[in-house]
């Protein structure tokens, strides 16, 4: 059973840094994409960033330079570093599996940690 | 690049259909057949529906079709039932290795 479990959230001050990570186990981690997509309270869903099997990443607009995604695949683990935290990054961060042969589709969801920026 | 365009709620009654759009531009919706939808219910993560437009994962049922007609992709529940009830949001990819999410529909089962 594919499982993804998100830990590392938490309160930080505007301008600080949080570092998630996500546990992957079912699956053979290595051989996927994988994916982080937050959720603001009441709001819609934003992709956020995604690191390849190859190791490639991509940012979206509203974190490139801030956030840094990374992998470890011996430990099955997911990363993001998020540095140079704003109020508008408060959100549930989920990690999610790359579904079929492009990234751009996630079939598995962990059940999301919570960052709150705020003084 | 600005979210895809979802109307906030959706609703009908049991056994009946109901057609939630979404529309972007030339660049992402329109420009890929790379459209994906997400049921999400309260609390809940979200799961995967549809995708490259018009297909269905293994287990969700053909209740659940997509389409795509220019820039504007649409999610057509047929024969709702009381468990559709959820928030339904899309996505494209837009090129540039960029992917954008619709603001999200609430579907009421009435």
């Known amino acids: 059973e594919v499982q993804l479990v998100e830990s590392g959230g938490g309160l930080v001050q505007p301008g600080g840094s949080l570092r998630l990570s996500c546990a992957a186990s079912?699956?053979?981690?290595?051989?996927?994409?994988m994916n982080w997509v937050r959720q603001a309270p009441g709001k819609g869903l934003e992709w956020v960033s995604t690191?390849?099997?190859?190791?490639?990443?991509y940012y979206a607009d509203s974190v490139r330079g801030r956030f840094t995604i990374s992998r470890d695949n011996s430990k099955n683990t997911l990363f993001l570093q998020m540095n140079s935290l704003r109020a508008e990054d408060t959100a549930v961060y989920y990690c999610?599996?790359?579904?079929?042969?492009?990234?751009?589709?996630?079939?598995?969801w962990g059940q999301g940690t919570l960052v709150t920026v705020s003084s | 690049q600005s979210a895809l365009t979802q109307p906030p709620s959706a609703s009908g009654s049991p056994g009946q259909s109901v057609t939630i759009s979404c529309t972007g531009t030339?660049?992402?919706?329109?420009?890929?057949?790379?459209v994906s939808w997400y049921q999400q219910h309260p609390g809940k993560a979200p799961k995967l529906m549809i995708y490259?437009?018009?297909k269905r994962p293994s287990g969700v049922p053909d209740r659940f079709s997509g389409s795509k007609s220019g820039n504007t992709a649409s999610l057509t529940v047929s024969g709702l039932q009381v468990e559709d009830e959820a928030d339904y949001y899309c996505?494209?990819?837009?090129?540039?290795?960029?992917?954008?999410f619709g603001g999200g529909t609430k579907l009421t089962v009435l």
């Open positions: 999610a599996k790359r579904y079929g042969s492009v990234w751009y589709y996630f079939d598995y």
């Open positions: 079912g699956f053979t981690f290595i051989n996927y994409a």
């Open positions: 690191i390849t099997s190859a190791g490639n990443t």
């Open positions: 030339s660049s992402d919706v329109g420009g890929y057949d790379y």
């Open positions: 490259d437009v018009s």
């Open positions: 996505s494209s990819y837009a090129g540039s290795n960029n992917l954008l």
